[in-house]
C-alpha cells in the first residue's frame, strides 16, 4: 500500500473513531437525595458518580435472572421490594438448585451510609458485595465470566453499558458499580416517624408512648435515623444446632465475636419478618418475649444486655405501635425501585 493511502486509511479510522465517541452521550448526572439533618453517606461517589444511566443499568440487572448459573435468580428473588427489599416470609431464602441460604436475607434500605455489610461484616464495600451471593453455590451460584459473556451477547446491555460508561465493553467492576448506583438509591425516609421529626404529622399516643419507651430501652444500639448504630452484638441467642452460625467470628477469627451479628435497622420492621440472622423470630413480639424472658445471658452476651430488658406487657403493646410507624409505604410502592416496566399499586405493601 502507498503511504498517502496508509495516511488516508489511518485518517479514515481516527474520524470514524472520533464520529462514534462524539456520538455517545455523556451520562446524565444524578443528586443523591440525602434526607434532611441526615449525615454525609459513607458511599464514595467520587469513585462512581451517580447517573441516570448507571442507575437505569443497576434497576435492570439487579431484576434480572440472567445473573444467576440457571437462570432463573436475581437479586430481587431474596430481595422483594413489598417486603423493603427482604424476603417475604422466609427464614432463609432459596437458591440455586433448590438449595438454601445460611442466614435471612437482610432489607436493603440505606446501603450509603453503611461501612460494612452482610451480617457478619465481613464485606467493607458495597461494591464488592454483590459478588458473594452471585457466586455462592447456595445462592445464585454463578461464575463472574458465563455472567459477563452472558450479558456481552445482549445487545440491549451492550447500549445500556454504553450510556452510562461510554463504550460497550462489560467488566465485573462495571457491572457491581451500576447495581451499586441502585442500591445506594434506595433510601427510606418517608414513614410516619419521619414525617413526625419534620413536623408533617403528629404521633397517636400508644405511638408517641412507644417513641418513649424506644429512647428509653432500644435507642442505645438502634439509633435514629437509621435505627442501628451498625455495631456487632451477641444478643444471648443459643446458636442452630443445624446451621452452627457463630457470627462475625466467622470473620474475624476473634473469640469475642462469637455470636455477635449485625445490629440490623428497625426501618419497614413490620415488613420484614421473619427476624433474626437466621429467621428464628416469626413475629416482633417473639423478639421482644426473646429480649425480657428468653435471652441466655452468659460471659460473651453484650454488656447492654446482661439483665435483659425488663418490658411489661403494656409497653410490649406501645412499643409495637411505634414500630409500626416506622413503616415508609412510599419506599416499598416506588415505581422507580420496581422492575423495568412494571407498574406497582399504591396497596401492594404487606403489613404484618
Given amino acids: 500500500m502507498k503511504p498517502v493511502a496508509t495516511i488516508s486509511l489511518i485518517c479514515l479510522v481516527l474520524l470514524t473513531s472520533l464520529s462514534w465517541i462524539n456520538a455517545v452521550k455523556k451520562p446524565t448526572p444524578l443528586a443523591f437525595p440525602k434526607p434532611k439533618g441526615w449525615p454525609d453517606p459513607s458511599y464514595d461517589f467520587r469513585k462512581n458518580p451517580l447517573t ?6 443497576g434497576r435492570k440487572l439487579f431484576y434480572d435472572e440472567k445473573l444467576s448459573k440457571d437462570s432463573t435468580l436475581s437479586c430481587a428473588s431474596c430481595h422483594q421490594q413489598f417486603a423493603a427489599f427482604s424476603t417475604f416470609e422466609h427464614s432463609l431464602s432459596h437458591g440455586y438448585n433448590n438449595t438454601l441460604t445460611t442466614r435471612n436475607a437482610p432489607s436493603l434500605q440505606n446501603l450509603a451510609w453503611e461501612k460494612a455489610f452482610m451480617w457478619d461484616g465481613r464485606i467493607k464495600q458495597l461494591d464488592a458485595q454483590p459478588i458473594s451471593p452471585l457466586t455462592a453455590p447456595n445462592e445464585m451460584g454463578a461464575n463472574l465470566d458465563t455472567i459477563i ?63 418513649a419507651i424506644f429512647k428509653q430501652k432500644c435507642s442505645t444500639c438502634h439509633k435514629e435515623p437509621f435505627f ?55 413475629t416482633l413480639l417473639s423478639v421482644m418475649e426473646h429480649y425480657r424472658k428468653n435471652m441466655i445471658v452468659s460471659e460473651g452476651t453484650d454488656s447492654l444486655l446482661k439483665h435483659r430488658i425488663v418490658l411489661s406487657n403494656f409497653e410490649v403493646g406501645q412499643l409495637t405501635a411505634f414500630l409500626h410507624a416506622l413503616t415508609d409505604t412510599g419506599f416499598v410502592t416506588n415505581p422507580d425501585f420496581a422492575p423495568p416496566g412494571y407498574k406497582i399499586t399504591p396497596n401492594f405493601a404487606h403489613v404484618h
Fill in 52 to 57: 441516570k444511566e448507571g442507575f437505569d443499568l
Fill in 149 to 211: 459473556s452472558r450479558l456481552s451477547k445482549d445487545s440491549a446491555y451492550r447500549r445500556l453499558f454504553t450510556a452510562a460508561f461510554g463504550d460497550p465493553v462489560i467488566t465485573t467492576q462495571r457491572m457491581t458499580k451500576a447495581l451499586s448506583q441502585f442500591m445506594v438509591m434506595l433510601i427510606s425516609a418517608d414513614s410516619k416517624y419521619d414525617r413526625v421529626m419534620r413536623g408533617e404529622d403528629s404521633f397517636a399516643l400508644p405511638e408517641q408512648l412507644g417513641y
Fill in 228 to 282: 442501628t448504630d451498625y455495631s456487632y452484638r451477641n444478643t444471648g441467642l443459643p446458636m442452630d444446632n443445624t446451621l452452627s452460625d457463630v457470627g462475625r467470628m466467622k470473620a474475624t477469627g476473634v473469640r469475642k465475636d462469637s455470636m455477635a451479628f449485625k445490629v440490623p435497622s428497625l426501618r419497614n420492621v413490620a415488613l420484614t419478618f421473619p427476624y433474626g440472622h437466621d429467621g428464628r423470630f416469626l
